[in-house]
Nanobody
Framework: QVQFVESGGGLVQPGGSLRLSCVPSGNILSITVMGWYRQAPGKQRELVATITSDYAPNYADAVKGRFTISRDNTKSTVYLQMNSLKPEDTAVYYC????????????WGQGTQVTVSS
């Protein structure tokens, strides 16, 4: 069982950029599909992007063309480059592994806060 630690969030103006990082807090037994999620106050947690062990990415329509997910399989580290940020991107961002049913692990980290505001 592995949990992840997210970092890189902060306060940024609309149109700005941030790069989020996700590192394991325990031993990684296998390489799997990884995803970034976000949750705004009063809203459901939503899937933002995924990346397979073969580096194939997928994105939610809301972030397509603006965000880039990547990973370093040797370090089991996942990144989310966020460009052209909008106020509606404001949320706590989490990373997690996905199983074969495209469902996340039950073990969530603390997340990292991203606030987009002028």
């Amino acid at each position: 069982q592995v949990q992840f630690v997210e970092s890189g969030g902060g306060l940024v103006q609309p149109g700005g950029s941030l790069r989020l990082s996700c590192v394991p807090s325990g031993n990684i037994l296998s390489i799997t599909v990884m995803g970034w999620y976000r949750q705004a106050p009063g809203k459901q947690r939503e899937l933002v992007a995924t990346i397979t062990s073969d580096y194939a990415p997928n994105y939610a329509d809301a972030v397509k063309g603006r965000f880039t997910i990547s990973r370093d399989n040797t370090k089991s580290t996942v990144y989310l480059q966020m460009n052209s940020l909008k106020p509606e991107d404001t949320a706590v961002y989490y990373c997690n592994s996905l199983n074969n049913k495209c469902l996340p692990s039950d073990y969530w980290g603390q997340g990292t806060q991203v606030t987009v505001s002028s």
